[in-house]
């Protein structure tokens, strides 16, 4: 790797956390209106605000530490997915576990992307 493309990549992984943080903010709104009549736990509603606190945490720590926000993220909605499935085993939540796993690929690398697959994995078994 030469000196240009380091700098690169850190740039195009803080912009993609941008990218995931939207998604999460779009999919953690949805949640709660859909059902906000019902935010006591368990609720998909609880569930999206959670999501909520989760963004304004990881944007609080991005203003400080670049690589804990990204980390935060990584593991915060991996912990929200698995609350999720267990909340909900029947509605086959288990594969939102999926969403953590690819954010960890894309914004920590590779070996903690399989870190993070290999522990839900194991965690599904």
Request: glycine content about 8%; overall charge neutral.
């Amino acid at each position: 790797m030469n000196a240009y493309s380091l700098p690169r990549q850190c740039e195009m992984r803080r912009d993609l956390l941008l990218h995931f943080l939207l998604l999460y903010a779009v999919m953690g709104l949805g949640l709660a209106v859909v059902d906000a009549d019902r935010i006591a736990t368990p609720s998909a509603g609880s569930l999206g605000i959670l999501l909520l606190i989760l963004i304004i945490a990881v944007l609080f720590c991005r203003s400080h530490r670049e690589a804990w926000a990204s980390y935060l993220f990584a593991l915060g909605s991996f912990a929200l997915a698995m609350l999720g499935w267990v909340w909900f085993p029947e509605l086959g939540t288990q594969h939102a576990l999926a969403l953590p796993v690819l954010g960890a690929l894309i914004l920590l690398g590779p070996v903690q992307g399989l870190v993070l697959a290999l522990v839900s994995t194991a965690l599904l078994a």
